[in-house]
């Protein structure tokens, strides 16, 4: 048990998948996990543990932004061993050919600041995904995934569209909330990560995803991102 985490040792499968929003967590044990068992709910979030295809997975949410996914990363790792961490999560894409429903697989993630700027200081560090779990995810979505880099903000409601369009510019596919800090934590603890994520909307065309149609779309993530932990 941990400042953030009820579960007891033991409980908590070395390969997570986590997902920002608790519910999504459930959700996802509910339809992927077989005798999947509530391990965490401290300040209600929520973590599951069960079996898919005989492997142990945990999926468990992290919140929204760098800053909450970073306490459950770090409790995940350094308190209960977790070894392979992979994102499932929504994004707003950048560009053009990008499309909602779209699933994308991190290469990299840039970011202004977070959680572990402190400690670079004057360095610009790279975090990226881990190779192999990104090519075994790219294999697992048949080659209609997206692949390349992202951007981690921590604000949702950004008005700066000339950053936007530089990102663009720039061949950034998305931006979301967490994937910066993740792979950073996983290089810091020498563990293996992973962000595959769904466009949900579209920054330069205001489209969305609606509501009825998003569960299918976050159903094909998560099958990607359970081939690439296991296969």
Same mark, same amino acid.
């Not at 004057?122 to 192999?132: H, K, L, S």
């Not at 976050?218 to 359970?226: R, S």
């Given at each position: 048990m941990t400042f953030h #985490?009820?579960?007891? $040792?033991g409980q908590i499968a070395e390969t997570v998948l986590l997902p920002g929003d608790p519910y999504?967590?459930?959700? @996802?044990?509910?339809?992927? %996990?077989?005798?999947?068992?509530? $391990?965490?709910d401290v300040r209600g979030m929520l973590g599951y543990t069960g079996r898919w295809r005989g492997h142990h997975v945990t999926i468990h949410g992290t919140g929204m932004g760098q800053p909450s996914l970073s306490i459950y990363v770090n409790e995940l790792i350094r308190d209960y061993g977790a070894k392979t961490l992979i994102r499932i999560g929504s994004c707003g894409a950048l560009q053009e050919n990008l499309?909602?429903?779209d699933i994308i697989l991190a290469q990299a993630a840039s970011t202004i600041c977070g959680p572990s700027s402190? &400690?670079?200081r004057? $360095?610009?560090?790279?975090? $990226?995904?881990?190779? &192999? %779990?990104l090519a075994k995810a790219f294999a697992a979505a048949e080659g209609k995934a997206h692949v390349g880099g992202i951007l981690t903000s921590d604000t949702f409601y950004d008005e700066r569209e000339d950053l936007s369009e530089q990102l663009k510019r720039h061949g950034c596919l998305a931006i979301e909330m967490e994937t910066a800090e993740l792979y950073t934590l996983a290089a810091r603890y020498q563990r293996r990560a992973l962000s595959v994520l769904t466009v949900?909307?579209? #920054? %330069?065309?205001?489209?969305?995803?609606?509501?009825d149609q998003r569960e299918q779309s976050?159903?094909?993530?998560?099958? &990607? @991102? %359970?081939h690439a932990a296991f296969d």
């Open positions: #985490i009820g579960a007891a $040792v999504r967590a459930r959700w @996802a044990a509910q339809r992927f %996990l077989e005798g999947a068992e509530l $391990v965490n499309k909602v429903r402190t &400690i670079f004057e $360095v610009n560090f790279a975090p $990226v995904a881990d190779f &192999i %779990l949900s909307d579209h #920054i %330069l065309t205001g489209e969305a995803l609606p509501a976050f159903a094909d993530m998560v099958e &990607i @991102a %359970l």
